[in-house]
């Protein structure tokens, strides 16, 4: 069985530890599967450095997130981690959700963008995920329109920027 820990550990949070060399080492669901545990631990930092493993893997191997939606989603209603809620956000539009699972989450993501106290990083990415969520189902296009106009009035500069990339993205003016 492989030990991803010593990868995790050491450092602080600006730094990424041994994540470059742990990802590719990740090559089957079981070493994955290991690796997803991880996101689970008390250790904040060993949690966000798995979640950053995950999601550079899961660009490549989204199908391996398949058999962890629950888990993911129980991730999404229990974490209150800064680093982890930013990584979340990027994991859930490579997963098929049902409708009643992709409501529950399109909630969540929008607590996360409209909370002023939360992370610029974590609102960011979580306005991207809405974004990304909404094509997998149009009755969410209105609920975005709301939070974008929303987003307008604020003066955050990484907010801001992440609503033009998404507005030249659709084609908007």
Do not use: C
Not at 45 to 63: G, Q, V, Y
């Amino acid at each position: 069985m492989k030990n991803f820990e010593p990868y995790l550990k050491g450092g602080d949070f600006r730094s990424t530890a041994g994540v470059a060399q742990l990802v590719p080492m990740i090559e089957t669901q079981n070493d994955f599967d290991l690796l997803f545990q991880y996101l689970s631990t008390e250790n904040r930092l060993m949690a966000m450095r798995a979640a950053d493993a995950i999601e550079k893997i899961t660009i490549e191997h989204a199908n391996y997130l398949t058999p962890h939606i629950t888990h993911l989603i129980r991730l999404f209603d229990r974490t209150r981690h800064k680093e982890l809620k930013w990584h979340l956000a990027q994991l859930i539009s490579r997963v098929p959700l049902t409708n009643d699972q992709l409501h529950h989450i399109w909630l969540i993501l929008t607590k996360w963008v409209m909370d002023t106290s939360e992370g610029k990083i974590v609102r960011v990415n979580a306005l991207q995920a809405l974004f990304d969520l909404s094509k997998q189902n149009i009755r969410f296009e209105k609920s975005l329109a709301s939070i974008f106009q929303a987003l307008e009035k604020e003066e955050v500069p990484s907010i801001k920027a992440r609503l033009r990339k998404i507005k030249e993205s659709r084609g908007d003016p």
